[in-house]
């Protein structure tokens, strides 16, 4: 049987007086968002600690860790009820972690890299008054995008979670989003010099890319930057009504995406992917169209052609938009790249038949060059370029040069902080592009 609201309450303020040593209760929604926030530092340096064999959980860490991690993973709308209304589903949920993280004040104490973020913030007059207030859970989530090899598992749950609980996160939350970034840059520096004794990346570069990171993540998650936001800003720009007056009178059709990590949303820096994007257009203007996106990060040829029976084929696209290419070309540390251009062309000859036989036609996009791109990667990449290109002319697909355009533009404009991936600007051109090439397709003549 689920406790009372009465009993709730009772316990709150039991665990409050356990957590802060006083006898401060839970009574308002930033109280509540402290004692969140505050829990789950912690926590984040418990769990660096242990993964850095400095530490060997107890009992009472394990447990307070297996809470800390249910907690994440809670509905977000449970939590941010809860935080506003002191009232919700998950509540017990919430307060059995605090009680848990209670018993950890060891791991509050000042120093962690965390501690030096929100101490350089502080003082930064662009900043300063945004610091306090559920402050600590952004110096957590600093701290777990420093550990780069957790980010990609922990953080699509954490950072909702911390969304929901009302923890500042993105540039814009921290009074940093007008400022150039140059002047973020030396507040990185700043908080590496502090930390450069620490046992993991603490370079300025790190701690700037950081700052970028957790923008990007939370401004997806808090909904600042989306796919229908982009849309939005998409349709309102000049010149595109007459595109959008030829997307109107669209019949029923699907229209299917196959690529990587550049059509995929799930990296960190790509807050809404292109596909995405066209798919929010379509929501605005036209519902008998249908998006379908098959990107998935990390994909060469290879492996985008073993699920594209499943993920694509089987939702039956009218026509379909391909961006593969740059993992094939990555050697990952290896003498050989994950595909060599003779099977890439293969690979690329074999979906555009195998989408040709469901039906589909075929636009193949051109791949943009990334600036991370040298040496032996380089010179691979610039072959499956000219396979791509081959590939088009002698099976006569469509072909949308993307990267002829972006190519021309500094990289700067063009991709995200990791010079890899395309940042939100990009994606938004880039469906722009594909919008335009589905309005001129009147006719099967008009496909290329």
């Known amino acids: 049987m689920k406790r009372s609201m009465v009993a709730l309450t009772g316990l709150a303020f039991a665990i409050v007086a356990a957590c802060s040593g006083g006898s401060r209760e839970l009574e308002t929604p930033q109280q509540r968002t402290d004692a969140l926030s505050a829990a789950v530092l912690k926590m984040i340096r418990a769990e660096h600690m242990a993964m850095a064999g400095e530490l060997e959980m107890d009992a009472e860490e394990i447990a307070a860790d297996s809470a800390f991690h249910r907690a994440v993973r809670l509905d977000p709308e449970c939590v941010e009820d809860w935080v506003q209304t002191g009232e919700s589903l998950c509540g017990e949920q919430l307060l059995s972690f605090l009680e848990a ?158 690529g990587d990590s550049h059509m995929d949303g799930i990296h960190w820096s790509t807050q809404a992917p292109f596909p995405d994007i066209v798919r929010g257009v379509f929501r605005r203007i036209n519902a008998r169209v249908r998006v379908v996106n098959a990107g998935k990060g990390g994909d060469d040829s290879g492996e985008a052609l073993e699920r594209i029976d499943e993920d694509l084929i089987a939702k039956r696209p009218d026509i379909t938009f391909v961006i593969l290419g740059g993992n094939d070309a990555r050697h990952w540390g290896g003498p050989a790249p994950a595909v060599t251009p003779g099977q890439y062309r293969r690979n690329m000859i074999e979906i555009v038949t195998r989408l040709r036989e469901a039906g589909s036609r075929v636009v193949l996009m051109g791949y943009p060059l990334s600036p991370t791109r040298k040496g032996a990667d380089l010179d691979v990449f610039l072959a499956l370029r000219e396979q791509l290109r081959s590939v088009a002319d002698s099976l006569g697909t469509g072909f949308l040069d993307i990267a002829k355009v972006l190519d021309a533009e500094p990289a700067e404009l063009v991709f995200a902080v990791d010079m890899i991936h395309f940042d939100p600007a990009t994606h938004m051109k880039i469906a722009g592009m594909v919008l335009a090439r589905l309005a001129a397709m009147d006719s099967p003549d008009q496909l290329k």
């Not at 300063?128 to 957590?140: K, P, T």
């Not at 939005?232 to 029923?252: D, F, M, P, Q, Y």
Request: proline share 4%; charged share 20%; with cysteine.
């Open 101 to 258: 993280s209670g018993k950890l004040d060891e791991f509050a104490e000042s120093g962690q890299p965390a501690s030096v973020v929100r101490e350089v913030l502080s003082k930064a007059p662009e900043s300063a008054d945004r610091v306090g207030a559920g402050f600590d859970g952004y110096a957590a989530a600093f701290q777990l995008c420093l550990e780069v090899e957790r980010d990609g598992t922990l953080m699509q749950d954490f950072l909702p979670f911390l969304v929901a609980v009302g923890c500042p996160l993105t540039l814009s939350d921290l009074g940093l989003e007008e400022i150039r970034a140059g002047r973020l840059n030396e507040l990185a520096a700043e908080a590496a010099g502090l930390t450069g004794r620490m046992p993991y990346p603490a370079g300025q570069e790190h701690y700037f890319i950081t700052f970028i990171k957790l923008n990007n993540w939370a401004g997806k998650f808090s909904g600042q930057v989306t796919a229908d936001t982009l849309a939005a800003e998409l349709l309102s720009t000049e010149g595109s009504e007459r595109v959008i007056g030829h997307l109107r009178n669209k019949g029923t059709m699907t229209v299917g995406f196959l």
